[in-house]
């Protein structure tokens, strides 16, 4: 079972930031978080990852609260090409010694609106 | 376009056919990942190699269900005698193995095998 509790969906304006939050009380010290979106039809696309410390890239930011129960993705200026369903997954880092298998709950249906 | 590919995109099948799907993922990627989704839920982990070594297989994949990766490179996942119950999207990811025993965190994920059983 998924360890991440996520809003089902969530609208935003075009052009402005997107906070997707997710819950995630049961994480482990091991275990890093991490983000993938997955456009209409297309495979999940890998966004962001981090263990507690705030983390951005090109394509967003992630925000993990101190005690590590929640995290914030933030989308800064969504578009329309930003509408997918977003994944919030807590695993360890893929080693040698584990599976690196990804478990996926249901994710936010984030709609981008014009 | 230096991805991970899936083939076909689409099958459709009558119950009790065999099918079989093809994923060829990112070249040199050692770790290769099948995952299954359904309809309005997010992918499920079916089973993935190291290699050529089948490593792990998930409880969702029957006796019906085989995958092979024979040389470490291309992989096929068999369905055998389909069920409804069966169609799903059913997923491939890769990814590559780093320096010191570490994979590199991202899957890549492919477009995807969308399957119709009748």
């Known amino acids: 079972d998924a360890k991440t509790t996520q809003p089902t969906s969530m609208d935003c304006a075009e052009g402005r930031a997107a906070n997707l939050p997710c819950n995630h009380s049961?994480?482990?010290?091991?275990?890093?978080v991490y983000w993938y979106r997955q456009i209409h039809s297309q495979g999940p696309q890998y966004i962001i990852h981090?263990?507690?410390n705030n983390e951005t890239n090109e394509m967003a930011s992630l925000i993990i609260t101190e005690d590590r129960k929640s995290s914030t993705l933030i989308l800064p200026h969504a578009t329309l090409r930003d509408t997918a369903v977003y994944y919030c997954?807590?695993?360890?880092?893929?080693?040698?010694?584990?599976?690196?298998?990804?478990?996926f709950g249901q994710g936010t249906t984030l709609q981008v609106k014009p | 376009d230096t991805g991970v590919s899936q083939n076909p995109r689409h099958k459709i099948t009558k119950r009790g056919q065999n099918v079989t799907f093809r994923c060829d993922p990112i070249?040199?990627?050692?770790?290769l990942y099948w995952y299954r989704q359904t309809l309005g839920q997010g992918p499920e982990f079916l089973t993935y190699?190291?290699?050529?070594?089948?490593?792990?297989k998930s409880r969702l994949l029957s006796d019906r269900f085989s995958a092979e990766r024979p040389k470490g490179s291309f992989s096929t996942l068999e369905i055998q005698r389909t069920e409804q119950g069966d169609s799903a999207m059913y997923l491939c990811?890769?990814?590559?193995?780093?320096?010191?025993?570490?994979?590199?965190?991202?899957?890549?994920f492919g477009p995807g095998t969308r399957l119709l059983v009748l």
């Open positions: 990811a890769s990814s590559p193995r780093l320096a010191g025993g570490l994979y590199q965190e991202t899957q890549y």
């Open positions: 997954i807590v695993s360890p880092l893929p080693l040698a010694s584990n599976t690196g298998k990804l478990i």
């Open positions: 981090g263990l507690k």
């Open positions: 049961t994480i482990s010290g091991n275990e890093y």
């Open positions: 190699f190291q290699n050529e070594a089948q490593l792990e």
């Open positions: 070249s040199e990627h050692n770790r």
